[in-house]
């Protein structure tokens, strides 16, 4: 065991221990966390089973020698394998909510948890959204999340992988959700019908020429849900092709394609994108109205 954990007593001298570590391997985070710091309190905090909004005290905890063990055993893993963090521990967070995870979906991270919890405000009025629809929803973290901030409005979620809604069905059911999210196993939009006042996507938007290039983290998770044509905007394309038959009339499409939004401006320059600027980090969210397609 590396002698600075083995030595560690408290929760925060394990946090500095570990950081040390993953810092040193020169690790890739982006998964939940952006630095080594954070990436240590979350995997010393879920070893010790402690929970992220309690107070400083924490830090003060004796940890034991068997969770010493197992912050060891979960840092070798991580530095060894490259593998991100939501999937050693096999939990992530979003919009405030923990989220089962694993190698079927994608870690949730988008930055439109920053737009969810205060109800899309103030672009979208929250007493006319009756529907939303989620496109690609993976792990369902965003539907999940639109249901909650939401408690009246129906949701509809697609995804064309089984395994990644069958991940968001467990999700759904801790969540209390299932009698209003429904899951839909289909390619984008094939087959949902009706009116939508808020539609909401997190696609695919890498461009596949830079597959050899990401770094090892993201390996571990499906390409399907990372990559979209040369580039990266094939599946943003579909949809901005699709949300006109399916929003409201002053309904909103909420459309992340992060690196890409300068060229998906480029690639539809008679659309007035409304770019969102976020507090917590996080780019390439556009917003755009019905009455704009």
Not at 41 to 55: I, M, Q, R, S
Not at 79 to 96: C, D, M, N, S, V
Not at 151 to 160: L, M, N, Q, S, Y
Request: charged share 20%; net charge negative.
């Amino acid at each position: 065991m590396n002698e600075a954990i083995a030595n560690a007593a408290t929760v925060g001298a394990q946090i500095d221990a570990v950081e040390t570590e993953l810092q040193a391997a020169g690790l890739f985070f982006g998964h939940g966390t952006d630095n080594p710091r954070d990436e240590a309190a979350a995997l010393v905090y879920f070893v010790c089973d402690l929970e992220h909004d309690g107070d400083a005290s924490a830090y003060q905890r004796a940890v034991s020698d068997a969770e010493r063990a197992e912050i060891r055993q979960l840092t070798d893993t991580r530095i060894k394998t490259r593998t991100p963090l939501a999937y050693l521990t096999g939990e992530a967070w979003f919009a405030g909510l923990r989220f089962r995870v694993d190698q079927r979906v994608l870690v949730p991270r988008s930055p439109l948890a920053e737009l969810i919890v205060p109800q899309f405000s103030p672009w979208v009025e929250p007493g006319n959204v009756r529907r939303i629809l989620e496109i690609g929803t993976g792990s369902g973290c965003i539907a999940i999340a639109c249901a909650h901030a939401f408690p009246d409005a129906e949701v509809v979620a697609t995804d064309i992988s089984a395994d990644a809604l069958a991940v968001a069905a467990a999700n759904a059911a801790d969540h209390g959700v299932t009698g209003r999210l429904r899951l839909v196993e289909t390619d984008h939009t094939d087959g949902v019908d009706g009116s939508f006042d808020l539609i909401v996507s997190n696609p695919p938007y890498v461009p596949v020429a830079e597959e050899a290039a990401i770094p090892a983290e993201y390996r571990h998770e499906p390409a399907l849900g990372l990559y979209s044509g040369a580039d990266g905007l094939d599946s943003a394309r579909r949809i901005l092709q699709d949300a006109p038959l399916l929003l409201s009339d002053q309904g909103v499409l909420a459309l992340e394609v992060g690196a890409q939004w300068q060229q998906l401006e480029q690639a539809f320059p008679h659309l007035p994108f409304t770019w969102v600027e976020f507090g917590s980090g996080g780019e390439g969210v556009a917003l755009i109205f019905r009455a704009d397609l």
